[in-house]
């Protein structure tokens, strides 16, 4: 990384003379007057002339030299009308050598300007918003130049402290919240992870206050700016040293491959020249970061393919953190003085930022960005904080320190809540901690049932911070390890040793109690980065799970081995997902069985291997005496099950509630399935959405299953439940209702149980 030395330019006078002006004597208005006059002065143009943002997306004729005097403060145009609106709406500089050719072009006649043929707009950015446009026109036909182009945005960059100041409309004004800001607010956005967090704001990049703008030594300002490049290089280096530590973490979530990718985009030459060109035109090295971060945040919201959005995601923290080493207030504030409880508001966040603050202070996270499977998401819901994805603006009202509410489970964000908010959330936060109190009262009490039947209760987990919660709940095992997770979280599929050490350490952290691995379960929802692009018409019928695994069998031998590597002297259970037919299973079986020969050869031997398989598929019933001959277990995954049965998307709203889990149909599946497996000795487990209800849960029990699995957080609920209910009572109820041809069963069972003091 080499920064080039500064030489004296055309551009740092210009700077150097605006920044004078503007530290001048008169009024805000008249210094604006005297800028537009010098640069147009500067660049040989006949009209300079800047537009400040009002109130309702309005730019406003605000200072001119060559326009028309009496349009100033007249001469207002809407973000997207004309070439100024133009350039704000899209953030970036139009440089035209015939404006009036332009579609966009919009003449106000006010202004005088039908004489005038070449513009060229640059936007006034502040904090990646726009709030103004500064715009130089000339009679003749020409193009400006690179030079002069950068030059513009530089003074604009000047300028924007001038607009910000409040000097020339109100800073309030120049909110996007119009002057609320202060004011209680309620914002929408989508459940990342459920759950409800009170605490108060800690903004993950807080805003550095650059308070020197333009630079009389160029030098001094490439040799701050080396320095803090050496300050981040060495901080981004300690990070990767610090993260490869972590405790807890899944290994195969590795937060260094995230932090190479920065420590890469750090050392990328053309973002260093771009800031380094801003210092050569006078810049400080803090105002040059600036721009730069600007440019890049006005240009994101331009973004819509999710991967650029995240690469420039990268670059933008990258800024930020340069930003922090340079003005010295270098310190993430994961490490600050924080509060006890902390609601994390940030444009978007990486897992292993997250894990930079003290989990067990964090109570909510708010994001602008953020989706469902985006790895914060994923571990955060490991860890039981809530989140909110999608918060449109709320980088803009919330100020660090202010009271947060993060409502995830009804998609809310309360900012500075009222009295009787508080109160409310504070009634459920209690409640919920009440019912969290009693649940570890009962973790090592057995699910049985006041009739003596015992209820295997078990849970999904995912990742490495799942495993730990199988003990702390009183869980009996793992019932559904999704390998695919940590595949997910990756930047690139983790090799056999990798997996390896991931399936031991899952081993290790389950203390001896059954894990049942599900091989990777890919496709539909659930896209692997580094794989190529499967969008398909009808994901969840599609090219997924076995079928991947079963077409690119590699995959599935590396992963096999390094399940079998990982359970030598241990008991291993593994199951195929989607299994359709029986012939499916037979060839994934054979896959297993080659791969235990092999490794057995290399001294790898389990101390017991048992075989079974997902059944999401309903044709696999009718298949149910082949399948049972052999299988040692079978697991329902009835979240892919349902939709099958129903021929209903589970992801499309339109539908949803058409069909009810607690139905006539499943019922009738189930009992059969039931018998089926009772009669051959095989295992039946339950491991989707419904088995973790407690009302499903308590159906599912009458109709004979014994064995469920389920996240976490709802073994404590589910084994509640079970303590509460009679089994032999229930499955005579259920077994007279079955038969019924209404749609539901739910508010039967519910009658049910309260009638008979069963704990939902
Ligand atoms: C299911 O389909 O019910 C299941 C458990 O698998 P997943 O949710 O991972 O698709
Ligand atoms: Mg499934």
């Not at 909510?364 to 989140?387: K, N």
Request: aromatic letters at 4%; glycine letters at 8%.
């Amino acid at each position: 990384m080499s920064i080039p030395s500064a030489a004296v330019s055309g551009p740092r006078r210009l700077l150097k003379r605006v920044r004078d002006v503007m530290a001048g004597p008169g009024t805000a208005e008249e210094r604006l007057g005297q800028i537009v006059t010098i640069i147009a002065a500067d660049m040989v143009a006949e009209v300079c002339s800047v537009y400040v943002m009002r109130a309702g997306e309005v730019l406003e004729l605000f200072a001119t030299c060559g326009l028309s005097k009496e349009a100033v403060h007249m001469t207002r145009l809407r973000v997207g009308e004309g070439i100024v609106g133009f350039v704000a709406a899209h953030a970036r500089p139009l440089n035209l050598k015939d404006a009036q050719g332009h579609p966009n072009f919009a003449y106000r006649p006010e202004t005088g300007e039908e004489i005038y043929h070449s513009m060229i707009g640059v936007p006034i950015l502040r904090g990646g918003r726009i709030i103004g446009v500064l715009a130089v026109q000339n009679r003749t036909e020409r193009l400006y130049s690179e030079d002069e182009q950068e030059a513009l945005e530089n003074v604009a960059m000047v300028l924007a402290e001038m607009v910000a100041g409040g000097e020339l409309v109100s800073r309030e004004e120049l909110l996007p919240t119009d002057g609320i800001a202060l004011l209680p607010l309620r914002l929408g956005g989508a459940r990342l992870a459920p759950g409800i967090g009170k605490g108060l704001a800690v903004l993950h990049e807080p805003r550095i206050v650059i308070d020197r703008m333009v630079a009389e030594d160029p030098e001094e300002e490439l040799a701050r700016l080396r320095e803090a490049m050496r300050g981040l290089q060495n901080h981004l280096d300690k990070m990767l040293e610090a993260v490869s530590g972590i405790d807890g973490l899944d290994e195969a979530d590795d937060p260094g491959d995230i932090l190479e990718a920065y420590r890469m985009i750090a050392q990328d030459t053309g973002w260093l020249n771009r800031i380094t060109e801003a210092v050569h035109t006078g810049l400080t090295a803090e105002a040059a970061v600036q721009k730069v971060h600007d440019d890049t945040r006005a240009r994101m919201a331009q973004v819509s393919d999710p991967y650029l959005r995240e690469r420039l995601h990268d670059l933008e923290d990258l800024a930020n953190r340069l930003l922090q080493h340079l003005s010295g207030q270098y310190q993430s504030p994961a490490f600050g003085d924080l509060p006890d409880d902390i609601i994390l508001v940030a444009r978007n966040i990486g897992p292993a930022e997250l894990l930079d603050y003290d989990h067990t202070r964090l109570r909510g996270l708010a994001l602008e960005e953020g989706s469902h499977t985006s790895h914060v998401a994923i571990v955060a819901r490991a860890l039981d904080i809530p989140v909110l994805g999608g918060v449109k603006g709320v980088l803009d009202k919330v100020e660090g320190g202010d009271p947060l509410i993060v409502d995830a489970d009804n998609a809310q964000l309360f900012v500075r809540p009222t009295e009787d908010v508080r109160a409310v959330i504070d009634g459920a936060l209690k409640a919920r901690a009440e019912r969290k109190a009693l649940y570890a009262q009962m973790r090592d009490m057995p699910a049985r049932t006041t009739d003596g039947a015992d209820i295997s209760l078990n849970v999904n987990a995912g990742l490495l911070i799942d495993v730990p919660h199988v003990v702390e709940s009183g869980a009996d095992g793992i019932g559904l390890y999704r390998t695919e997770i940590p595949f997910m979280v990756r930047s690139a599929m983790p090799d056999i040793t990798d997996q390896t050490r991931l399936y031991d350490r899952i081993f290790e952290q389950a203390e001896g109690r059954p894990v049942v691995f599900r091989t990777l379960d890919v496709g539909g929802d659930k896209l692997l980065p580094y794989w190529e692009d499967m969008t398909e018409e009808n994901p969840a019928m599609g090219w997924r799970s076995i079928r991947i695994t079963l077409d690119r069998p590699a995959v599935l031998v590396h992963q096999l081995r390094a399940l079998i590597r990982a359970s030598h002297d241990r008991d291993l259970y593994v199951m195929f997902p989607m299994i359709a037919e029986v012939a499916e299973f037979d060839q994934a079986k054979e896959v297993l069985d080659q791969q235990l020969k092999r490794e057995a050869a290399r001294g790898f031997v389990p101390r017991k291997v048992e075989v079974g398989a997902m059944l999401e598929v309903p044709a696999l019933i009718w298949q149910a005496p082949a399948l049972l001959e052999r299988v040692d277990f079978l697991s329902v995954g009835t979240n892919d099950l349902l939709q099958f049965m129903f021929a209903a998307d589970r992801g499309n709203p339109r539908i949803e509630g058409r069909y009810d889990t607690l139905s006539p149909s499943v019922f009738a599946f189930m009992r059969q399935l039931v018998t089926l497996c009772d009669q051959r000795n095989v295992r039946l487990t339950i491991c989707g959405e419904m088995a973790g209800r407690p009302l499903e849960a308590m159906a599912l029990i009458g109709l004979g299953i014994k064995r469920l699995s389920m996240a976490p957080a709802s073994v404590g609920p589910v084994k509640e439940m079970v303590r509460s209910m009679c089994k032999a009572e229930v499955e005579q109820y259920v077994l007279s209702i079955m038969g019924s041809s209404t749609r539901s069963l739910r508010s039967r069972l519910k009658a049910f149980a309260i009638d008979h003091g069963v704990k939902l």
